[in-house]
Each structure stands twice: as structure tokens, then as C-alpha cells.
């Protein structure tokens, strides 16, 4: 009896286990089905249901939902008790008995369409991985697939709308044209953190309901919808989640360039964002197993590596490094800038991690998005500047240029720190170029505020923008302290004055290229065009004039003469094929300037 209570016990710890080991793990039934309720083990008796739907005589909607809300019990995982005579010491949490869930994912097939950010395409390299080891199989054909999954964003009410419209399409699938065989539908990433009861009780549009912390779990969630025929869904947050022990099986094994995520979760809470509530807190991958990534993606031939973050250049590791000693390195705020969170102290910070990562292969370019302002301390500075192959481009969300807009957008610094720190660095990286985030029409934004952001843009000038008209968030401290009140012709209207203003303002810097060599990254040909294309260490997307003569492959650099350019990309002529230290020996990341 007492082997059995241990066991039992053992279970249920590893149950929470498998939920990420928070102590407030959830298991939380809207309703649930009969055949669910079996195989659970728990009194069906218990479930709920609407009275519309038992008014009608019609099965209502039920389904199983892991939150982070209350905790489950042991009920909700074992399918009958252990036996006392169960071996459970060397299991793992997939192996041990739960649910009597057979390998539905052996020879079946899944597709995948990603929306949104580079994070969502790294966290589908990292569900790929689970999938394939769990046995199921990648198609690139949707008809046939037994599984199709949306990997979605949430940071916009339009990116929604364009979820909500897909799934409508899916549902046809599912009824019309493969009656006898319904794809299960998914849908992953931030929109699934955000609207998980809505999703399942969307019209039967989705099966599975996964958030950006639970793809572990994926293989049993699946299996799980297939034998209860429920919907079912994993959207609790975790406090340590990284995926580091996971190695992403890319979308596109073709590529020279990938995404490497570092860190997760954003603690800045600025008050238009929904990202700390749909994928939690800061933390960061350990230093050791991002820069043994790095290497293998160098023998690899991988020629270039942006380390992703929702706020990159805060990673904080503060674990045991088997190779790195120092801590603290690069821990300050740039000057003029705060949190309105407590900062933690002590661990390796971006400027060491960056620093690392860039010898490991001298000839492999160096990237980093997407950052804050406020992490960008002179060492920082002095990384990128000292290290040929991290390339010049930096990104420095502005947001807005009125400093009361700031203020109520709680990002931690005024009109004034901000052109600061864009002095300064240029003052230490001359060369540099800068992108950037805009919003039009935040809540209350004035005429006057509106040209306050104008007027930054004119004086920073950019080289990329990614420029938005305020989108209200649920949740959010703006849908909870302010109105959206700017009207939706107003936003419109500043939108396009902004947009103008950039490509006003970019296509006259971008001229100072025009007549001078560039080192471009060749990366193949363009989709639509077939046009040879790469980019340059300033962030621009290069279209090249390849001489019959010479032989360039995808991965290779290229010296280049700049013929001209538009606000968006340059046009070069190819010269010759060159490296990355043989280029810059001759001709110094300097000059261009202000």
C-alpha cells in the first residue's frame, strides 16, 4: 500500500512536471464529455453545460483546458490507479501514465502557416521538433494533411481578423471536403493565449489551443482531442520555459540565415502591449547552450544568426556556465532611461552574450532583435563596434516622439533621452544605421504630439520603419486606464504623414551609399522576379547586376558598387567574391556617419 501511495504520488508530481512545474498548474473543464470524463477518470456527473444547447437536444460544446488559474488532481491524469508493483523511478514525464493515450501522432501528417513575428517563426522551428519526435510527419500540402496548425499573433486587431477568416476556410474543409476524414485544426502562438475559451467555443472551427509555453505538450494534447473528440488546450505561462534543450528543425533547410531565440517573455508592460500577457515574463536561455547552437549552425554553413527576443538586449543569464565566468558585464541602463519594474542584478548580460557569439565564427554575421532603448549600455556599444561581423544596423523602437505620449505608453524614457542616445551612438558606431517601431493615433495623441513623432523622424532619419496605427488590446494598461478615442480617419490620415515622412527621408540618406563599395550577403534569388538579391551589414535589401562571369553562390559574400537606391533597398553592381574579414581588413566600418 504504501509503494502504491508513492507511486501515486510520484504521478501526481510528475503531472505537474509535464505542466512546467508551476505550483498553480491548471486543469480547468468549462465542460467536459462523457467518453472524456472516462477516460479521466472523473464523475461526468460533475460537467456542465449551457441550457441553450440542452434546450435544443443538441451535445453541447465541452472541452478540457490547462490554465494557470487552479490546480489539477491526480484524477485528471491517471486513467486507473497504478499498481503497486509499477516501476517509475527512471521514467520521464511523457512515459509515465497519466492517460491510456496511445502514439496517435505515428505516420500522421501536419501542416503549418505562420503569422506574425520572427518569434512565431522560431517557436514553429521549435514545435516542428516536437512533432517530428513525437512521429508525426511535415506535408506541404494542406488537402492531405491530418493536422493543420495556425501559429498566430495577437499584437494587432487586424492580424485577429486574419485568423478568424482562415479558420472559416478550414471549417470547410473539415465539413465539406473531406467529411469522412476532418483535419484536426490548432491554433498556436499568442491569439491562442489571448482567446482560448473563445477559440474552442468558436462553431467547432478549432480543436487544439496551444500558447507559446506549452508545445511540449502538443503530442499529448493531440492525442488527448483524439480520443475524447473535445476541444482541448494548454495556455499556461510559464516562469522558466526557454526551449534551450530543444534544437528547431528550420522551415526552410535552404536558408542562410536563421532566427536563434535567446529569451522569452517581456517585463517592460508599456501599456499599448499585449506581449507579457500572452507569453509571460523575462527569461533567458543559458550562455552555454546559445553559443553551442551558434557553432553547430556554423558547420552548418549558416552565414548569418539574429538572436531573438521580445526585448533581446535585456537577456540576463544567472545560470552555472561550464565555459563563462564573467557576470555583470554591460548591466547599466542607457542614460536617461528607466524600468517601472525593480531590476534584478547580478548574470551575464547582452553585451557579454553578443561578444561570445560573434568569435565563434568571424566570417558568420551577427544580428539582434528586437530590442529596448534602455539596454544600451556602452559596453553594448563597444561590442558592436569592435567586431567586424555584428553587423551596423541597430533597431531602436521610438514608438512615439512626444515625450507625454511616452508617458502614457510607460516606456521609460522622454523625446529628449532618446535623441540622446542616438547621438551617442553614433558618437561610438559612425557607420551606424537605425530602424525602428512607430504607432500613430495612441490613446489621446494630439495634433501636437503627432508632430512631435514627425519631427523625431526628421531629425533621427531612419532607414526602416515599421509604422502602425494604434491597434487597443484587452487587457492591456491602456484598455484598462485610457480611451481609445482618436478617431479611426484621424489615425489614418497620421499614418500616411508618417509613412511620408520615411520614405522622404530615406530615400535622401540612402543616397550617400550611391557611388561607393558595399559587402553584401548573396542569399539567392527573389520569388517573385527571380532577381539576384542579399543585404548589407545596414539592414538593406540589395539587388544585385550579376556580370556572366562571375559564379555566386547562396552564403557567399560579394564586393559590390552601389548604382543607386530608394527609400526601401539599394541597387549594386557585383564585382567580386570576397569574405567578411578580407573585405573590412581593406576598407573599415566607418565613414558613412550622420
Same mark, same amino acid.
Given at each position: 500500500?504504501?509503494?502504491?501511495?508513492?507511486? &501515486?504520488?510520484?504521478?501526481?508530481?510528475?503531472?505537474?512536471?509535464?505542466?512546467?512545474?508551476?505550483?498553480?498548474?491548471?486543469?480547468?473543464?468549462?465542460?467536459?464529455?462523457?467518453?472524456?470524463?472516462?477516460?479521466?477518470?472523473?464523475?461526468?456527473?460533475?460537467?456542465?453545460?449551457?441550457?441553450?444547447?440542452?434546450?435544443?437536444?443538441?451535445?453541447?460544446?465541452?472541452? =478540457?483546458?490547462?490554465?494557470?488559474?487552479?490546480?489539477?488532481?491526480?484524477?485528471?491524469?491517471?486513467?486507473?490507479?497504478?499498481?503497486?508493483?509499477?516501476?517509475?523511478?527512471?521514467?520521464?514525464?511523457?512515459?509515465?501514465?497519466?492517460?491510456?493515450?496511445?502514439?496517435?501522432?505515428?505516420?500522421?501528417?501536419?501542416?503549418?502557416?505562420?503569422?506574425?513575428?520572427?518569434?512565431?517563426?522560431?517557436?514553429?522551428?521549435?514545435?516542428?521538433?516536437?512533432?517530428?519526435?513525437?512521429?508525426?510527419?511535415?506535408?506541404?500540402?494542406?488537402?492531405?494533411?491530418?493536422?493543420?496548425?495556425?501559429?498566430?499573433?495577437?499584437?494587432?486587431?487586424?492580424?485577429?481578423?486574419?485568423?478568424?477568416?482562415?479558420?472559416?476556410?478550414?471549417?470547410?474543409?473539415?465539413?465539406?471536403?473531406?467529411?469522412?476524414?476532418?483535419?484536426?485544426?490548432?491554433?498556436?502562438?499568442?491569439?491562442?493565449?489571448?482567446?482560448?475559451?473563445?477559440?474552442?467555443?468558436?462553431?467547432?472551427?478549432?480543436?487544439?489551443?496551444?500558447?507559446?509555453?506549452?508545445?511540449?505538450?502538443?503530442?499529448?494534447?493531440?492525442?488527448?482531442?483524439?480520443?475524447?473528440?473535445?476541444?482541448?488546450?494548454?495556455?499556461?505561462?510559464?516562469?522558466?520555459?526557454?526551449?534551450?534543450?530543444?534544437?528547431?528543425?528550420?522551415?526552410?533547410?535552404?536558408?542562410?540565415?536563421?532566427?536563434?531565440?535567446?529569451?522569452?517573455?517581456?517585463?517592460?508592460?508599456?501599456?499599448?502591449?499585449?506581449?507579457?500577457?500572452?507569453?509571460?515574463?523575462?527569461?533567458?536561455?543559458?550562455?552555454?547552450?546559445?553559443?553551442?547552437?551558434?557553432?553547430?549552425?556554423?558547420?552548418?554553413?549558416?552565414?548569418?544568426?539574429?538572436?531573438?527576443?521580445?526585448?533581446?538586449?535585456?537577456?540576463?543569464?544567472?545560470?552555472?556556465?561550464?565555459?563563462?565566468?564573467?557576470?555583470?558585464?554591460?548591466?547599466?541602463?542607457?542614460?536617461?532611461?528607466?524600468?517601472?519594474?525593480?531590476?534584478?542584478?547580478?548574470?551575464?548580460?547582452?553585451?557579454?552574450?553578443?561578444?561570445?557569439?560573434?568569435?565563434?565564427?568571424?566570417?558568420?554575421?551577427?544580428?539582434?532583435?528586437?530590442?529596448?532603448?534602455?539596454?544600451?549600455?556602452?559596453?553594448?556599444?563597444?561590442?558592436?563596434?569592435?567586431?567586424?561581423?555584428?553587423?551596423?544596423?541597430?533597431?531602436?523602437?521610438?514608438?512615439?516622439?512626444?515625450?507625454?505620449?511616452?508617458?502614457?505608453?510607460?516606456?521609460?524614457?522622454?523625446?529628449?533621452?532618446?535623441?540622446?542616445?542616438?547621438?551617442?551612438?553614433?558618437?561610438?558606431?559612425?557607420?551606424?544605421?537605425?530602424?525602428?517601431?512607430?504607432? &500613430?493615433?495612441?490613446?489621446?495623441?494630439?495634433?501636437?504630439?503627432?508632430?512631435?513623432?514627425?519631427?523625431?523622424?526628421?531629425?533621427?532619419?531612419?532607414? =526602416?520603419?515599421?509604422?502602425?496605427?494604434?491597434?487597443?488590446?484587452?487587457?492591456?494598461?491602456?484598455?484598462?486606464?485610457?480611451?481609445?478615442?482618436?478617431?479611426?480617419?484621424?489615425?489614418?490620415?497620421?499614418?500616411?504623414?508618417?509613412? &511620408?515622412?520615411?520614405?522622404?527621408?530615406?530615400?535622401?540618406?540612402?543616397?550617400?551609399?550611391?557611388?561607393?563599395?558595399?559587402?553584401?550577403?548573396?542569399?539567392?534569388?527573389?520569388?517573385?522576379?527571380?532577381?539576384?538579391?542579399?543585404?548589407?551589414?545596414?539592414?538593406?535589401?540589395?539587388?544585385?547586376?550579376?556580370?556572366?562571369?562571375?559564379?555566386?553562390?547562396?552564403?557567399?559574400?560579394?564586393?559590390?558598387?552601389?548604382?543607386?537606391?530608394?527609400?526601401?533597398?539599394?541597387?549594386?553592381?557585383?564585382?567580386?567574391?570576397?569574405?567578411? &574579414?578580407?573585405?573590412?581588413?581593406?576598407?573599415?566600418?566607418?565613414?558613412?556617419?550622420?
Amino acid at each position: 500500500m504504501a509503494h502504491h501511495n508513492r507511486s &501515486a504520488l510520484f504521478a501526481s508530481r510528475a503531472a505537474s512536471r509535464y505542466c512546467y512545474g508551476l505550483s498553480s498548474c491548471t486543469v480547468r473543464r468549462a465542460t467536459t464529455s462523457t467518453s472524456a470524463s472516462s477516460a479521466l477518470g472523473t464523475d461526468s456527473s460533475n460537467t456542465n453545460s449551457s441550457t441553450s444547447d440542452s434546450a435544443q437536444g443538441t451535445r453541447p460544446r465541452k472541452h =478540457l483546458v490547462f490554465t494557470n488559474r487552479s490546480g489539477p488532481s491526480l484524477q485528471h491524469f491517471l486513467a486507473q490507479p497504478l499498481p503497486g508493483s509499477a516501476q517509475v523511478s527512471g521514467a520521464v514525464p511523457e512515459d509515465l501514465p497519466y492517460l491510456s493515450v496511445s502514439d496517435w501522432g505515428q505516420g500522421r501528417t501536419y501542416y503549418v502557416e505562420v503569422y506574425g513575428c520572427q518569434m512565431n517563426v522560431s517557436d514553429t522551428e521549435i514545435l516542428m521538433s516536437v512533432l517530428n519526435k513525437a512521429g508525426y510527419q511535415r506535408t506541404m500540402e494542406l488537402e492531405g494533411a491530418d493536422v493543420v496548425f495556425l501559429m498566430t499573433c495577437a499584437i494587432r486587431e487586424k492580424a485577429e481578423d486574419k485568423i478568424w477568416n482562415r479558420l472559416t476556410h478550414l471549417k470547410t474543409l473539415k465539413t465539406k471536403s473531406r467529411p469522412g476524414r476532418p483535419p484536426m485544426v490548432g491554433v498556436l502562438g499568442c491569439m491562442a493565449e489571448r482567446l482560448k475559451e473563445k477559440l474552442l467555443e468558436s462553431d467547432k472551427l478549432v480543436d487544439v489551443v496551444c500558447g507559446p509555453d506549452g508545445y511540449r505538450s502538443l503530442p499529448r494534447l493531440l492525442s488527448l482531442r483524439a480520443l475524447s473528440a473535445d476541444g482541448v488546450a494548454n495556455v499556461m505561462l510559464s516562469a522558466d520555459e526557454t526551449y534551450a534543450d530543444i534544437t528547431p528543425v528550420r522551415l526552410d533547410a535552404n536558408k542562410i540565415s536563421v532566427h536563434l531565440s535567446i529569451m522569452r517573455g517581456c517585463n517592460n508592460m508599456c501599456s499599448f502591449c499585449i506581449v507579457p500577457f500572452t507569453r509571460g515574463t523575462e527569461r533567458s536561455r543559458n550562455i552555454d547552450s546559445i553559443v553551442d547552437e551558434v557553432r553547430q549552425l556554423s558547420q552548418q554553413g549558416i552565414r548569418e544568426v539574429t538572436l531573438l527576443g521580445q526585448n533581446v538586449n535585456s537577456y540576463r543569464d544567472t545560470s552555472q556556465s561550464e565555459a563563462f565566468d564573467t557576470a555583470g558585464y554591460g548591466s547599466d541602463l542607457s542614460r536617461g532611461f528607466n524600468t517601472i519594474y525593480k531590476r534584478k542584478e547580478g548574470g551575464r548580460r547582452f553585451a557579454e552574450l553578443l561578444h561570445r557569439v560573434a568569435q565563434v565564427d568571424p566570417e558568420m554575421r551577427i544580428r539582434f532583435t528586437s530590442p529596448h532603448p534602455k539596454d544600451f549600455p556602452d559596453e553594448l556599444l563597444y561590442v558592436i563596434r569592435d567586431n567586424a561581423n555584428v553587423c551596423r544596423n541597430i533597431h531602436l523602437p521610438l514608438q512615439s516622439g512626444s515625450t507625454s505620449c511616452l508617458e502614457r505608453m510607460r516606456r521609460g524614457y522622454s523625446r529628449e533621452a532618446y535623441l540622446d542616445l542616438v547621438k551617442h551612438i553614433r558618437s561610438v558606431i559612425p557607420d551606424v544605421t537605425f530602424s525602428t517601431d512607430i504607432i &500613430a493615433g495612441f490613446c489621446g495623441e494630439t495634433e501636437a504630439e503627432h508632430q512631435d513623432t514627425v519631427s523625431v523622424m526628421q531629425q533621427v532619419g531612419f532607414d =526602416l520603419a515599421f509604422m502602425f496605427a494604434y491597434s487597443m488590446r484587452e487587457k492591456t494598461h491602456a484598455h484598462r486606464k485610457y480611451q481609445d478615442d482618436v478617431p479611426a480617419d484621424v489615425k489614418s490620415r497620421r499614418l500616411q504623414e508618417i509613412i &511620408a515622412t520615411f520614405h522622404e527621408s530615406a530615400k535622401a540618406r540612402n543616397q550617400r551609399f550611391v557611388g561607393s563599395q558595399g559587402l553584401v550577403l548573396y542569399e539567392g534569388l527573389t520569388k517573385r522576379h527571380s532577381r539576384p538579391f542579399g543585404s548589407d551589414d545596414y539592414g538593406h535589401k540589395v539587388f544585385l547586376d550579376l556580370p556572366p562571369t562571375l559564379s555566386v553562390q547562396p552564403g557567399q559574400y560579394v564586393r559590390v558598387h552601389v548604382d543607386s537606391a530608394s527609400s526601401t533597398s539599394l541597387s549594386a553592381t557585383a564585382e567580386s567574391t570576397t569574405t567578411l &574579414a578580407e573585405y573590412y581588413a581593406g576598407q573599415p566600418q566607418i565613414g558613412f556617419g550622420a
